[in-house]
């Protein structure tokens, strides 16, 4: 079982930047597809991102097309999420799951999750 940690939430002001990073002590990480995902309160949770396992496919919903960056280094097992731009719309609770390289944003194609960070987007 993929155990995944996310990391980097924290209270920013609108217009700043965060990066998020999702890890795991498990190797393995490198055969998966790995997706971003958030949830407000009182909505449902979100796909915004994805990257295939080696990390030449990248994947966008149009709310966080040109604002977010995805990335991997398979040597850290570690996956980011560089957010620019944040707005106060983006807060909520960011989560990061693991599947296949096709599981883009559907969160039922995910096999893995972690507990999430929260990401507060306030002045």
């Known amino acids: 079982q993929l155990q995944l940690v996310e990391s980097g939430g924290d209270l920013v002001q609108p217009g700043g930047s965060l990066r998020l990073s999702c890890r795991t002590s498990?190797?393995?990480?490198?055969?998966?597809?790995i997706g971003w995902f958030r949830q407000a309160p009182g909505k449902e949770r979100e796909g915004l991102s994805s990257?295939?396992?080696?990390?030449?496919?990248?994947y966008y919903v149009d709310s966080v097309k040109g604002r977010f960056t995805i990335s991997r280094d398979n040597a850290e097992n570690t996956v980011y999420l560089q957010m620019n731009r944040l707005q106060p719309e983006d807060t909520a609770v960011y989560y990061c799951?693991?599947?296949?390289?096709?599981?883009?944003?559907?969160?039922?194609?995910?096999?893995?999750w972690g507990q999430g960070t929260q990401v507060t987007v306030s002045s």
């Open positions: 799951a693991a599947g296949g390289d096709l599981s883009f944003f559907n969160p039922a194609a995910y096999d893995y």
């Open positions: 498990d190797s393995a990480m490198r055969y998966y597809g």
């Open positions: 990257i295939s396992s080696n990390g030449r496919g990248t």
